[in-house]
């Protein structure tokens, strides 16, 4: 079965700060990994997503993250935090199929001036 | 290239009744599929269609069901709604949802007094 644990239900940084999103998957073959963002009242965007190709992913707006398989995690970051990231932050498997995707519980990311 | 539509973007109906969500994918994807977002529960998959044809279901009583018309647009029907009902239904479109993006509409919310 497939899953991901988001180990943070909110993160506060402060702007100009890195950020650093955690999320550890748990699947038995190679996912495809992806991060979500949602801004308040808004739908679903993607940011990056990883599908067994180079394990450092970029995504828009500077953000990254890094698969590692001994570690089965998929964390996501950012160098320096904009006050525009506030949202919140959602890290998704995809089932083998691809007809299903798996939420984390989701991150709050707050953005301090 | 228009992103996913959902109409309403806003409801308001009371326990018993019915209610029929639309989704309109970007064009040319095939994939649809919906979700439920709650803050309990977070986001919950629904069940998603391809090519008219349902592929995959959540956990969900069958008060939920849905359908894919041939110009991939999709319906999502919730019967006897109850005040748990209550939340943000998102749709998602993708070419295949395993090897493309899912790209995500704005939303409706649903409020069940």
């Known amino acids: 079965a497939q899953s991901v644990t988001q180990l943070d239900s909110h993160v506060s940084v402060s702007e100009g700060t890195p950020v650093l999103l955690r999320c550890n998957y748990s699947?038995?073959?190679?996912?495809?990994l992806f991060w979500y963002v949602q801004h308040p009242n808004k739908g679903l965007q993607l940011l990056l997503k990883?599908?067994?190709?180079?394990?450092l992913v970029k995504g828009i707006n500077g953000f990254e993250a890094e698969f590692k398989k001994s570690e089965t995690s998929f964390h996501l970051t950012k160098p320096s935090a904009h006050m525009s990231d506030a949202a919140e932050y959602f890290c998704v498997v995809s089932d083998k199929s691809g007809n299903q995707f798996y939420f984390g519980t989701g991150t709050s990311l707050t953005v301090i001036p | 290239k228009a992103g996913v539509t959902q109409t309403p973007r806003y409801l308001i109906k009371t326990r018993g009744q019915q209610v029929t969500l639309s989704c309109s994918p970007i064009s040319g994807h095939r994939s649809v599929s919906w979700y439920q977002q709650t803050p309990g529960q977070g986001l919950q998959f629904l069940f998603e269609y391809f090519s008219e044809t349902q592929r995959n279901k959540g956990n969900f009583p069958g008060r939920f069901s849905g359908r894919q018309f041939s110009n991939s647009r999709s319906e999502m029907n919730v019967s006897t709604l109850e005040l748990g009902d209550s939340a943000l239904y998102l749709c998602?479109?993708?070419?295949?949802?395993?090897?493309?993006?899912?790209?995500f509409g704005p939303g409706t919310r649903l409020t069940v007094l």
């Open positions: 699947s038995s073959y190679s996912p495809s």
């Open positions: 998602a479109s993708s070419l295949d949802p395993y090897t493309d993006t899912q790209y």
């Open positions: 990883y599908t067994s190709a180079a394990t």
